[in-house]
């Protein structure tokens, strides 16, 4: 593979520091300073106009006098400088530079105007900006300290990606007391280039990154951020911290879908599908630097509370309560054990109160009973300093656990002086401890959370194969049609004709011009009717009396028929339609609810569920997920709203057909992926019983897209592209179908790769590996389908299905190219599978609107050097490896 192309901004092999001199207190001091003293290993450079030397350094005038390669460059310049030395660098040939002027951090239209010319100059170089920031960016394991700090920082395996230089360098303070190490410290300031997203693909790929820490304010491209956290969030631990959880400035939607949802609440929803924890503290930011670093997991919400101190432990339970986490009854075989350790007079239920004066060896046998009980979890273990403790003892005894056991340890060491040298030793051997004892609760419902998290994040909403397939010609040429009017609401009837099209039941409705036809239009139908007035404009018939339900009379039809136009037309003129006609639903025992699209700004379609009727804005029991869902993702939604229990079995009523309601779910999901003119959409209410479900009214919003715009641009996360399946004929007549990956397939992609012989293995992955790393595996099944394809080729049906080979690519940073690779089952070679993959892959970039296929071969490999040929690829020589050889093709 190349080197990731911002390898130069994060590893460079040259640096020059543009303003570098030895005044005290200036930016460039501090900066110039860092990398000397930290021994930065490259080529380094001070420019400095007026001095000959900075630090003992030769200094230079400009880029221009450096001699060979220069990777990057740090400007600690003023802002008026600037355009004319990104045009300096960008002659010399920089590929990155690091902006930290001082003056050049603000909103301002000024600052503005002035980034925006960077940028022209930037992308006319084909050079990458970081910043401006304050604060710049480190790589302590690459002795790499471009940052306007000044303090030690130590070199880890912890990554941490901030939008703040002030919360970067807090972070970094408090990492200096706690002996917390980092592998990056990245500060992006106002990331107008290089964002969190670019960032985060970067350490991605670092070996030497194992967790994420990220502070964010705001979400510039949620496309690419969700890209990046997904990949990230399926190798390796992501926690972050999001301020601005309250938009005061959001204008009122259109439907209940847009009211009832916040920006907050999308994020939450963003992060959980990302596998991403989210934290909400400063103070939970540094706990949860120290829980990811000690490498901390559970499998389930069940914690067991032991303590010393019974006041202490309770402090336990009562955040426990708070949080919804189960304290679990102790089986039996625990409660006997227990009671060797135990005196008589001890608590031996959960929590466990070992007394107060307990020693060490009594916390161990009781905290490696509880641990070991199959109920349990995890633990929090409560240490309060009394006469007959030891805390150093007991400390040790908790270390010795933590390494011998894979459930969490949390371990809330209360007091202070007292136990200031335990707690540097239970700091010194990773192990996880807090000043209270609701923080070790937190901490653990938070591990709960994202291991939860992680199990949304393998959800791919695979194609809806067994269903009938929507009218997708239907419901474009409604909504073209409803555009090219000027209009942007569809009516009741045309809502309901878009439901139909994806096959969601809805109540027949027709329309009435006047009370007449509603007597026409209420024989046809059968009483009882409804009768709703339709008027151009009014998003919700019942807030002016436009509604008139149960109409039990052809009579009743017309007299209400004829006062409700008489009254709408004094009031709307012009605009009143009409009245819609419609039958009472008429189920006894149904539920109300609310099934809805909203659009957030950011991350773009987004659903939701709650309960309905007229009072939905009252209770706002509502839930929000990212499309595209599956069951899993679907039934989950409807978990966690409070409307959940009142579709159980309810007094005297029977539980509503759940699997119906889900099923709307999955269409509505389908829906707004398939159809991008959606911006809002309400069902509300959609009546649900033990029958199944109908929609009783219906609204959707609409606007155009731009032409040529790439298909599922508009979602955060790539649903399953199901348009690629296909079968394929061999040369021998055997059908193979050829499909994208799923999550699920990692077991049978493991079984392919232990089949390859020797040879074929060497070739596709450049080693000998006979079975491939659980993270690599989760690499190659678990991908984003907004920058990835990889599609297999398979025989057979259910647990008898098996691949015979695998073609991949990943876009490249360019959005115009991207690097493939394949690989043949030995059996399968020479029987045309490979050429019928590639074609396939070749289709998906086109659909990408990718222009270039590229990718490395071994120049030892002659066959798939000529297999390249044939498929009209250019074989050039590799530019980094004389062993490997470079194959483009132009699509």
Known sequence: ??????????????????????????????????????????????????????????????????????????????????????????????????????????????????????????????????????????????????????????????????????????????????????SSVVSLGTGADVDVGETLDYLVSDPRTRSILIYLEDVQDARTLMSALRAAARTKPVMVLKVGRYDETLALGRTHSERLIGRDDVFEAALRRAGVLRIRSINQLFIAARVVNAGYRTRGRRLAIITNGMGAGMMAVDRAHDLNIQLPTLTPDTMAQLAVWLPAQAERCNPVDVLGDAPAARFRGVTQTVLADPNVDGVVVVFTPQVGTDHMATAEAMIELHRSTDKPILLAWIGGKKVEDSRRLLTKHNCAHFNAPEHGVEVFYSLAAWEYNQQLLLQTAAPLGEWENPDFETARIIIDTVLASGRTVLDEIESKAILRAFHIPVIPTLRAASADDAVTVAMGLGLPIALKLDVEGVAHKTDIDGVTL????????????????????????????????????????????MLGVARDRAFGPVITFGAGGIAVEIFNDVAVALPPLNEYLAANLIRRTRVKKMLEVFRNQPAVKIDAVADVLL???????????????????????????IAVDARIVVAPVPERTRRYAHMAIHPYPSHLVQVRELKNGIPVTIRPVRPEDAEMMARFVAELSDETRYNRYMNTLKTLPQAMLARFTQLDYAREVALVGTLGEGDGERILGVARFTVNPDYDSCEFAIVIADTMQGKGLGSQLMQALFSAARDMDLDTVEGEVLTSNKTMLNFMKRLGFEIHPHPEDEGLKWVVKRL
């Open 1 to 182: 593979m190349k080197q990731h192309y911002l390898t130069p901004l994060f590893d460079p092999k040259s640096v020059a520091v543009i303003g570098a001199t030895e005044t005290e207190g200036a930016v460039g001091r501090t900066v110039f300073a860092n990398l000397v003293e930290g021994r930065y290993p490259g080529r380094l450079f001070p420019v400095n106009l007026r001095r000959d030397t900075v630090l003992g350094i030769k200094a230079v005038r400009s880029v221009a006098e450096i001699d060979g390669p220069l990777d990057l460059v740090v400007i600690t310049t003023p802002s008026r400088t600037l355009k004319a030395l990104i045009e300096q660098c960008g002659r010399r040939g920089v590929k990155a530079v690091v902006l930290m002027s001082c003056d050049f951090v603000g909103t301002d239209e000024r600052a503005r105007t002035l980034l925006d010319q960077l940028l022209v100059l930037a992308r006319q170089y084909d050079l990458r900006l970081f910043g401006p920031t304050v604060f710049g960016l480190v790589r302590p394991i690459s002795n790499f300290l471009a940052g306007h700090y000044q303090g030690r920082i130590t070199a880890g395996n912890l990554a941490l990606v901030s939008q703040s230089s002030s919360v970067a360098s807090a972070i970094l303070d408090w990492a200096e007391s706690h002996e917390v190490g980092f």
């Open 550 to 593: 149960n109409i039990q009379s052809l009579v009743g039809v017309a007299a209400e028929a004829n006062r409700m136009l008489t009254r709408a037309r004094e009031r709307f003129g012009d605009k009143v339609r009409g009245l819609t006609v419609q039958p009472m639903h008429g189920r006894r025992f149904g539920r109300e609810l």
């Open 667 to 693: 269409r509505l999901s389908e829906l707004v992926c398939e159809l991008p003119q959606v911006q809002q959409l309400d069902l509300n209410p959609l009546v649900a019983d033990e029958q199944g479900v």
